[in-house]
């Protein structure tokens, strides 16, 4: 019988392979017009661009070096800035190009407000979080606070190839219509994290080989990538791309995670099937058949992790068991990451 069932098990899973592959004619056929689109977009707006260096809120004019960016800007985060309201009067009055960390450290705490972001439409348009070499990026948005990146063509992208480093945490809500790349970095949904907006067919969201898509799960609670119709989230995953879960309040074995709800899905992380992350804990993953289908893990196996970690939060961490009460996650005030020294002249 246990034969018989791993035979089964093995023949799904190449089912599954199989049928992903089908998307990935569609995949490459649409880079073919995307990335020349891409290089002839990204023109670089640095003699326009508004810069915040220093430590202070967002409409802290003394902070920008030529004023509080306006509709249709390009923002330059350098330095550690909050917005703890919303930046303008309605989600079309924001920048057009956000970028956090350019080519040196930048720090954004998002605390409140629900209208901010990037808003409107172009190639280079949207949220950037590490850009350029040199430029190392953290964003943070809060429990109860959203960002967005909204309008054609905007985008959500984590680090870059050139050697721009990011990291977007989220306990609060991303509105993130089209793409999302994380290129260079981690993008981490915290228990509370929504993301669910995507809504475009023909609007590819990549992870790169030097991404990383990390989850912090409390109990039923996980902040799943979800798509907002029958068209939204089309995602291709490096075969080097990785996959992080941290796992809080109360779970056992059994237990399932819904993490992507996606429209076509082409690729797997680096972990496989099955792999056991850096508590000790062991999933399956289940990628689903690429279309209209979710990637969800399993927990199979806490038997490499210590006793104390089996069934209890992180010690001096107290979740609830339910969605009813939430925790707010607040950041912890934090310099700009020092960037790497430029090289020595030969």
């Known amino acids: 019988m246990e034969g018989k069932e791993i035979s089964i098990s093995q023949m799904n899973t190449i089912q599954k392979m199989l049928a992903r592959t089908v998307t990935r004619t ?20 640095q003699s326009t661009a508004q810069t915040f260096t220093g430590e202070g809120n967002w409409k802290n004019a003394e902070n920008w070096n030529t004023g509080i960016p306006a509709d249709g800007a390009t923002a330059i985060i350098n330095g550690i800035c909050e917005i703890s309201e919303n930046i303008g009067p309605a989600n079309t009055f924001n920048p057009t190009r956000l970028v956090v960390g350019e080519g040196t450290g930048g720090v954004l705490n998002v605390t409140g407000g629900t209208l901010s972001g990037a808003h409107g439409g172009g190639l280079n348009g949207g949220i950037y979080v590490g850009s350029g070499a040199g430029g190392v990026g953290e964003m943070f948005i809060a429990d109860g606070a959203a960002m967005r990146s909204q309008g054609g063509n905007m985008r959500v992208k984590i680090g870059d190839d050139e050697g721009g480093i990011g990291r977007l945490t989220i306990a609060g809500e991303l509105l993130n219509y089209k793409f999302l790349e994380i290129t260079n970095g981690t993008l981490e949904m915290l228990p509370t994290g929504i993301n669910n907006k995507f809504n475009q067919l023909n609007t590819i969201s990549t992870i790169g080989p030097n991404g ?22 089309n995602m291709e995953i490096d075969f080097e791309a990785n996959l992080h879960i941290t796992l809080l309040g109360e779970f056992e074995v059994g237990d ?18 099955s792999f056991t992350n850096q508590q000790g804990f062991t999933f399956d993953i289940d990628y689903g058949f690429g279309v209209d289908e979710e990637l969800k893990i399993t927990l199979t ?5 210590p006793p104390w970690r089996r069934r209890a939060p992180a010690p001096g961490v107290r979740f609830p068991a339910t969605a009813r009460s939430r925790p707010r996650y607040r950041p912890t005030p934090r310099r700009p990451p020092t960037p790497p020294p430029p090289p020595r002249p030969t």
Do not use: C
């Open 212 to 233: 990383t898509l990390a989850y912090v799960i409390d109990g039923d609670q996980v902040g799943a990538l979800e798509r907002a119709n029958a068209n939204g989230l």
């Open 26 to 45: 569609h995949f490459s056929r649409t880079k073919q017009w995307i990335l020349p689109a891409l290089a002839l977009g990204l023109i670089t707006a």
């Open 256 to 273: 399932s995670w819904t993490l992507i709800k996606y429209h076509t899905l082409d690729g797997e992380f680096a972990q496989g099937l």
């Open 301 to 305: 196996s806490t038997a490499a992790a």
